[in-house]
């Protein structure tokens, strides 16, 4: 089964590595993908699964605040972040989580390597070795792949995960290639 073309090997990648429209107002640093690391992830030949982006799925595109721009990024991060954990939205992140972690277990049931997550640094939903709290960027995941790397920890499931940032390009690429080694 499976036996054609296809590489069988599959990344993971935050929303916005693939959609730069889809990140908050005041914070995208590209016109539409974050070039560089997707131009690497396609040389590499794996699958990209591209993760829903929790926020836009929660909060809405304008994050439920037009004048979200308005405040210092890692201000907003931190609000941003409280916002995720209200009721109505902490249950659409939860939703993602399971949608997300299904894939997962149906790739590595059916023989698929599934290399790991990207996740963006600094972000209160998708950082990986840092996030955005109390105004701070802070060591810690984002509140979505905390969620989800909770829920594969309980199903047995060990998956790397990184964080890209677009401010540190060559460190965010050292990383990458490391994880499709
Ligand atoms: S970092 Fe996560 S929440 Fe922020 S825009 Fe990208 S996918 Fe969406």
Known sequence: ???DARSKRIVLVAHCILNQN???DGTADFPGTDEALVRHLLESGVGLVQLPCPELNGLGLDRGDPEGA???VIVENTRIRSALGQAAPARILADLVEQ???QVEQYRRHGFQVLGVVG???????????TSDRDEEV?????FLEALATELTRR????PMIGVKASQPAASLARLEALLR
């Open 120 to 130: 963006i640094n600094r972000s209160p939903s998708c950082g990986v070795e840092t």
């Open 100 to 102: 997300v972690v299904f």
């Open 22 to 24: 889809a990140i908050s």
């Open 156 to 159: 047995g499931i060990d998956l």
């Open 1 to 3: 089964m499976f036996a």
């Open 139 to 143: 060591a810690g995941r984002g509140v």
């Open 70 to 72: 308005n405040r210092p």
